[in-house]
Structure formats: structure tokens, C-alpha cells
């Protein structure tokens, strides 16, 4: 896949770390937010099991049914903003500093970029 691309292929840039460290710590980056929105996703559901609406159901199977969107629904939206803020605290400061860093290093090689910031 990278000899398809090699002119997006970036270096490290560390010096001392190896070329296949940055996408080692990007493959990070995403597990970690994975992991935070899936936390986030249980516990919205978990905390809206707790508290579900007393609507007077005909069937068990009516019942079932809201409550899994209940839950459900909750889920997805503490999901949704636990990711939100994963992204705002951990990754936002994390693509600042590699963008900082490659306007670095093209200023210092000479080339210039085809993309906006």
C-alpha cells in the first residue's frame, strides 16, 4: 500500500525512533478513542437501564423492545460525546503538533505543500 503513495508516506522525524513509529502511535490514537467511545456507549446505556420511562406496556414483547431502544439510543448518544471529547482533549493537541511539525520540516527542506491547513 505505501509504494502505491510513496510521496504521502512521512518520516518520523525523531531521530532516534524508527520510520514505522508514527503510524505505530497513529494505530494508538484511533484504538484509544475506540476504546473511549465504547466506554462511553456502555455506561450511557448502563445509566438509562436504570432509569427507563413508566409506560404501560400490552406485551412483554413491547416492553423488551422499548427498553432496548431506551438503552440503546442513550448508548449511542454518550457514545457520541465521550468521543466528541476524546477527540476535542487527546487528538486535536496530537494533529496540531504533526502539522506543526511537517510545516517544520517543509520550510527547512524547500518543498512546498498543495494542501491548505
Known amino acids: 500500500m505505501f509504494a502505491a503513495f510513496p510521496d504521502q508516506v512521512e518520516d518520523a522525524g525523531g531521530g532516534d525512533l ?3 513509529w508514527s503510524l505505530v502511535r497513529s494505530a494508538g490514537l ?3 478513542l475506540m476504546v473511549l467511545a465504547g466506554l462511553g456507549t456502555v ?3 448502563w445509566v438509562a437501564s436504570g ?3 413508566d409506560i404501560a406496556y400490552t406485551t412483554l414483547l413491547w416492553e423488551g423492545v422499548a427498553l432496548v431502544l431506551w438503552c440503546g439510543l ?3 448518544l454518550s457514545g457520541a460525546g465521550s468521543l466528541a471529547l476524546g477527540v476535542l482533549v487527546v487528538a486535536l493537541p496530537w494533529v496540531r503538533r504533526r502539522r506543526r511539525e511537517g510545516q517544520a520540516g517543509v520550510a527547512v527542506e524547500g518543498a512546498t505543500s498543495t494542501s491548505s491547513p
Do not use: C, D, Q
Open 43 to 45: 455506561g450511557g446505556a
Open 30 to 32: 484511533t484504538v484509544v
Open 18 to 20: 524508527p520510520a514505522g
Open 51 to 53: 432509569h427507563t420511562p
Open 74 to 76: 442513550w448508548g449511542l
